[in-house]
């Protein structure tokens, strides 16, 4: 089954003067993770992964009173915004719990599982 | 069309287990989702008598218990969130193997209800609610204990495997055949609760039973590669087989030499003889098959008589290496008693005794004196037998077999005294 990992990072420290030029430790941790992932890929539970542009990027489309609103920018100024997403293919939550928590000791940021729902749902 | 209740039930059961699979497989939650679960089973029984059944039963069970579940965590998230704590300081297994069944969550959920934290009662009625689909009420019932006390059962069972952090995946190299034993014991204990009923009418007992075969059936479904599951859930048809013949219309007990063979259930027989044949020598053998194996002895003699009781003292020999216990010891004797005379088991018996104090133990002292006493009876040694069974009568509570007892003491005297009761 499908699960949605969204990983969030703190506002402040995108924007921070470090955040194009990684230290050390970040390259080590990613280094680690790309390793971890090419795991997943042996493994067939990996499907895809993506990092997002800058929160100040983002749109917003919503539905009010009947209409469609663009807005732009997330809705809320939050501590920690969304900075990455990953798609995987795993036997059950326990599964995506592990692979969720290795990536996280690894990368040091909080991410969120999102079950995906599939056809028992439709 | 509505369909009859007896078939709603029936696809009931069966969908349990793997709608709540689905369910914790994909959200966590084994507390909520059960809950969920039972919530949707009751609302479905009700709701399919009435209306057609839906196109896809299992789809309409999952999306209305994924609806309770939703509630339930909203509700619970204002009070507090739910945290646990990730081992990350334990090495996670990059790439665990998947677990043995990993198609049907049956094996995942018997797994986790027979969890080591749980008592051996919670493990029973856990088992009896996720896996075989019964209400609380239904598993009240079955137990002789009121609903509100099964109830208090089952929440203090998911209270503790919440807190254990029970996985409802297991990986392969999780102790499986320590876990798979003790899933065959819970069975095998909710047999028995049917079988030698404690508490309940007939009926129960029979649901009890009936229910124990049906979740055998699935666990050997699950792992039909497993001898011991197959010896189980023979031990379980070829014991069954016999059960309408056990007790006489005012419910007293009919031991297995004086009941009627030809009400003994054929198909039962046939299909339990069967398991036993098949994977009798598959690897070393286990407690259930070698009791099977006994119990397929019995079931193919035509009469008593024409028992083959040598093979049988040959198969409790060998139940008694694996599982030394009194009671198997015990049954031990009585087969050597059969096949090869009363002296012969009267010295094995004395034997036994030397090296496990069987007349003194409190759990068998009162069936080995009983024993003794029915050896010695046989032997013409008058004096000892009535010793023994005025020391048997002495050491049993159940007041009838008392008095059967006493009566037997009393002609080792006189045997004119035996008409005479108590």
Same mark, same amino acid.
């Given at each position: 089954?499908?699960?949605?990992?969204?990983?969030?990072?703190?506002?402040?420290?995108?924007?921070?003067?470090?955040?194009?030029?990684?230290?050390?430790?970040?390259?080590?941790?990613?280094?680690?993770?790309?390793?971890?992932?090419?795991?997943?890929?042996?493994?067939?539970?990996?499907?895809?992964?993506?990092?997002?542009?800058?929160?100040?990027?983002?749109?917003?489309?919503?539905?009010?009173?009947?209409?469609?609103?663009?807005?732009?920018?997330?809705?809320?100024?939050?501590?920690?915004?969304?900075?990455?997403?990953?798609?995987?293919?795993?036997?059950?939550?326990?599964?995506?719990?592990?692979?969720?928590?290795?990536?996280?000791?690894?990368?040091?940021?909080?991410?969120?599982?999102?079950?995906?729902?599939?056809?028992?749902?439709? | 069309?509505?369909?009859?209740?007896?078939?709603?039930?029936?696809?009931?059961?069966?969908?349990?287990?793997?709608?709540?699979?689905?369910? /914790?497989?994909?959200?966590?939650?084994?507390?909520?989702?059960?809950?969920?679960?039972?919530?949707?089973?009751?609302?479905?029984?009700?709701?399919?008598?009435?209306?057609?059944?839906?196109?896809?039963?299992?789809?309409?069970?999952?999306?209305?218990?994924?609806?309770?579940?939703?509630?339930?965590?909203?509700?619970?998230?204002?009070?507090?969130?739910?945290?646990?704590?990730?081992?990350?300081?334990?090495?996670?297994?990059?790439?665990?193997?998947?677990?043995?069944?990993?198609?049907? !969550?049956?094996?995942?959920?018997?797994?986790?209800?027979?969890?080591?934290?749980?008592?051996?009662?919670?493990?029973?009625?856990?088992?009896?609610?996720?896996?075989?689909?019964?209400?609380?009420?239904?598993?009240?019932?079955?137990?002789?204990?009121?609903?509100?006390?099964?109830?208090?059962?089952?929440?203090?069972?998911?209270?503790?495997?919440?807190?254990?952090?029970?996985?409802?995946?297991?990986?392969?190299?999780?102790?499986?055949?320590?876990?798979?034993?003790?899933?065959?014991?819970?069975?095998?204990?909710?047999?028995?609760?049917?079988?030698?009923?404690?508490?309940?009418?007939?009926?129960?007992?029979? !649901?009890?039973?009936?229910?124990?075969?049906?979740?055998?059936?699935?666990?050997?479904?699950?792992?039909?590669?497993?001898?011991?599951?197959?010896?189980?859930?023979?031990?379980?048809?070829?014991?069954?087989?016999?059960?309408?013949?056990?007790?006489?219309?005012?419910?007293?007990?009919?031991?297995?030499?004086?009941?009627?063979?030809?009400?003994?259930?054929?198909?039962?027989?046939?299909?339990?003889?069967?398991?036993?044949?098949?994977?009798?020598?598959?690897?070393?053998?286990?407690?259930?098959?070698?009791?099977?194996?006994?119990?397929?002895?019995?079931?193919?003699?035509? /009469?008593?008589?024409?028992?083959?009781?040598?093979?049988?003292?040959?198969?409790?020999?060998?139940?008694?290496?694996?599982?030394?216990?009194?009671?198997?010891?015990?049954?031990?004797?009585?087969?050597?008693?059969?096949?090869?005379?009363?002296?012969?088991?009267?010295?094995?018996?004395?034997?036994?005794?030397?090296?496990?104090?069987?007349?003194?133990?409190?759990?068998?002292?009162?069936?080995?004196?009983?024993?003794?006493?029915?050896?010695?009876?046989?032997?013409?040694?008058?004096?000892?037998?009535?010793?023994?069974?005025?020391?048997?009568?002495?050491?049993?509570?159940?007041?009838?077999?008392?008095?059967?007892?006493?009566?037997?003491?009393?002609?080792?005297?006189?045997?004119?005294?035996?008409?005479?009761?108590?």
């Amino acid at each position: 089954m499908k699960f949605l990992i969204l990983g969030y990072t703190p506002s402040t420290s995108w924007d921070a003067a470090t955040a194009d030029a990684p230290t050390e430790d970040a390259l080590a941790a990613f280094a680690a993770y790309q390793e971890f992932e090419a795991e997943l890929r042996a493994s067939g539970e990996f499907v895809s992964t993506e990092g997002l542009g800058h929160p100040a990027m983002s749109t917003t489309v919503r539905k009010t009173d009947g209409s469609i609103v663009i807005t732009d920018g997330p809705f809320a100024e939050l501590k920690e915004v969304l900075a990455s997403f990953a798609v995987i293919d795993v036997s059950g939550l326990e599964r995506a719990k592990d692979i969720v928590a290795r990536m996280v000791e690894m990368l040091g940021e909080p991410m969120e599982i999102r079950p995906i729902m599939g056809d028992d749902f439709a | 069309m509505t369909a009859p209740s007896g078939a709603i039930e029936h696809l009931l059961r069966t969908e349990a287990p793997q709608v709540l699979g689905a369910l /914790v497989r994909r959200f966590g939650h084994f507390d909520i989702a059960e809950e969920a679960v039972q919530d949707a089973l009751l609302a479905a029984s009700r709701q399919w008598q009435e209306e057609e059944l839906p196109e896809n039963p299992r789809s309409w069970l999952i999306r209305i218990a994924y609806r309770r579940m939703i509630d339930t965590l909203r509700a619970e998230s204002a009070d507090r969130r739910r945290e646990e704590e990730y081992a990350a300081s334990e090495p996670v297994a990059g790439l665990a193997p998947p677990s043995p069944a990993d198609h049907d !969550d049956s094996l995942n959920l018997l797994l986790l209800c027979c969890h080591p934290a749980l008592s051996s009662a919670s493990r029973v009625a856990l088992t009896l609610r996720a896996v075989g689909g019964l209400t609380t009420a239904e598993i009240a019932h079955a137990y002789g204990v009121t609903e509100q006390t099964m109830a208090v059962r089952i929440s203090r069972a998911k209270q503790q495997i919440r807190k254990s952090g029970a996985r409802f995946e297991f990986m392969a190299d999780d102790d499986f055949p320590a876990r798979l034993s003790a899933v065959m014991r819970v069975l095998y204990l909710i047999f028995n609760e049917g079988y030698t009923a404690t508490t309940g009418a007939q009926l129960t007992r029979t !649901d009890l039973t009936g229910e124990a075969i049906r979740l055998t059936r699935l666990l050997h479904a699950l792992v039909p590669d497993d001898p011991e599951p197959a010896g189980l859930l023979a031990l379980m048809l070829l014991t069954d087989s016999r059960h309408s013949t056990r007790a006489s219309a005012n419910g007293d007990l009919i031991p297995l030499a004086d009941q009627d063979r030809t009400r003994w259930d054929q198909a039962a027989i046939r299909e339990g003889s069967e398991l036993i044949r098949a994977a009798w020598s598959q690897g070393d053998v286990g407690t259930y098959r070698l009791q099977a194996a006994i119990a397929a002895v019995h079931a193919s003699a035509p /009469v008593a008589e024409e028992t083959d009781w040598e093979q049988i003292a040959a198969l409790y020999l060998a139940l008694e290496q694996v599982e030394p216990s009194g009671v198997v010891m015990l049954a031990r004797v009585v087969a050597v008693a059969h096949a090869f005379g009363p002296s012969h088991a009267d010295a094995l018996l004395q034997q036994l005794d030397r090296d496990h104090g069987l007349l003194q133990h409190p759990l068998t002292r009162h069936r080995a004196h009983a024993i003794r006493a029915h050896l010695r009876d046989a032997k013409g040694d008058a004096a000892d037998a009535r010793a023994d069974f005025l020391a048997a009568a002495d050491m049993t509570a159940n007041e009838p077999e008392a008095r059967y007892l006493v009566r037997k003491a009393d002609a080792e005297l006189d045997p004119e005294s035996v008409t005479r009761g108590s």
